[in-house]
């Protein structure tokens, strides 16, 4: 039962927190989608807890083939 709770806690939490900076976002994406090469968002694998891998979204803020 904890288990769940803590789950059903997380995504509420994670869905606030998402809601009262989602007015930072949009922009911030529209100024990517604009200045970037269209791309606003790339997959990153990672490693975490116990070595499992998983998957994280993240803004795609550096141009692919730049020098630095």
Same mark, same amino acid.
């Given at each position: 039962?904890? #288990?769940?709770l #803590? $789950? $059903? ?30 791309? $606003? ?9 116990k ?12 141009? #692919?083939?730049?020098?630095?």
């Amino acid at each position: 039962m904890y #288990k769940f709770l #803590k $789950v $059903v806690f997380d995504v509420l939490l994670a869905l606030i927190a998402l809601a009262c900076v989602s007015w930072l976002l949009l922009p911030c994406m529209l100024i990517l989608w604009c200045t970037g090469e269209h791309k $606003v968002w790339y997959l990153q694998k990672r490693v975490g807890y116990k070595n499992r891998m998983f998957s994280i979204f993240k803004f795609a803020t550096m141009l #692919k083939n730049s020098p630095n």
